[in-house]
């Protein structure tokens, strides 16, 4: 969203680049030549990525569970892309969806986070998952089973097929928009095919709503007086952090199927959501996902961020400069 140009910037990017879930995949396609020659260009230009804990468990554990049953070549595809990413990323892993959030409501406080030991350990265990998903290498080491009504993927041990680690995916989404569609609905003055700007003003009155409810959330769970302070923050910075960034994407999800603008919900999307919400770490966003892409360029201030991974491969090999 874009803010008044006498409003300070929000912070440069730590990374260059944030990669969604079937962008990683793309990487598994490459050859081997194309590969060297992409990672070699990546090291060259001292590109900076990292694991979306999300695009985590979609790669190691929905996109395995395979309607018609996991082959043997998706299988290798996607351990491969597994490998390259995080030979990419330098193995580092962002923090949870939740906390990226919390930590935003203290960045625009002004104040420093506390330590959060919830957080270091679903960081390690995403570690976990990525180390144990790297070496699977046969499809009988990846197991559908049923825990607590919901699928799950199992990665098993190779050495102990009794042992292994549960991917269990976050199948909520669909309910829970549901309800958040009909708070729009119900309040929105705009109409279908409303003009943008009019969408963004209604998003941003409901600014201090929406930042007490997530501030408010269990897992996220930030003191009354962080947030008022954050909501302090020129308008320009909240909407440049990850709180910002998530309230924009997901609402603007929201507010297109409550003015009939769009109709589908999927509890993939809450994946997009997610991940997309990462963008303000780095300076460009990779995603072959044309709905995403629509939806995050129309909040972006610069569209031109957000390219599929074909487009980012080449310009990596290409171009001559930090793409």
């Known amino acids: ?12 990017p730590a990374l260059s680049v944030i990669l969604d879930t079937n ?8 050859s081997d030549e194309d590969w060297a020659e992409f990672i070699g260009a990546c090291r060259a230009k001292e590109l900076r990525t ?12 929905t996109n395995l569970d395979q309607r018609n049953g996991l082959s043997e070549e998706t299988l290798g595809e996607i351990v ?57 290498d046969s499809v009988d080491l990846v197991a559908i ?32 928009a549901s309800i ?18 009019d969408r963004a003003d209604e998003i941003r009155r409901f600014l201090p709503k929406f930042a007490e409810v997530a501030a408010s959330t ?12 954050a909501l302090k923050a020129p308008l320009r910075m909240i909407f440049n952090s990850s709180f910002g960034h998530r309230l924009a994407v997901e609402s603007w999800y929201l507010h297109l199927r409550a003015t009939g603008d769009k109709a589908r919900i999927e509890n993939n999307d ?33 569209p031109r961020t957000v390219l599929d991974s074909g487009t980012f491969v080449q310009a990596v090999v290409d171009s001559p400069t930090v793409v």
């Open 1 to 12: 969203m874009n803010e008044p140009n006498d409003e300070p910037a929000a912070p440069d």
């Open 23 to 30: 962008a990683v995949r793309h990487l598994g396609r490459l």
């Open 50 to 61: 990292a694991w979306v804990p999300r695009a985590v468990s979609e790669i190691a554990g």
């Open 80 to 136: 491969r892309a597994i490998r390259r990413f995080d030979e990419m990323a330098d193995g580092e892993v962002l923090p949870s969806e939740h906390d990226i959030i919390r930590l935003a409501f203290f960045d625009l406080a002004g104040e420093e986070a506390f330590t959060n030991a919830r957080a270091d350990g679903e960081r390690r265990e995403w570690r976990a998952v990525i180390d144990h998903a790297k070496a699977v």
């Open 145 to 176: 089973e049923i825990e607590d009504d919901k699928r799950c993927v199992v990665l098993k041990d190779r050495g102990d097929p009794g042992r292994g680690i549960a991917v269990v995916p976050d199948d909520s989404f669909e309910a829970d």
């Open 180 to 197: 958040n569609v009909e708070f729009w609905r119900m309040r929105t003055k705009c109409k279908r095919a409303a003009d943008a700007q």
């Open 218 to 229: 269990g897992a996220i769970a930030v003191p009354r007086r962080v947030v008022a302070k």
């Open 270 to 302: 809450m994946a997009d959501i997610v991940i997309s919400s990462y963008i303000p770490s780095a300076q460009r966003f990779v995603t072959n996902d044309r709905r995403l892409r629509a939806l995050v360029g129309a909040i972006l201030a610069d």
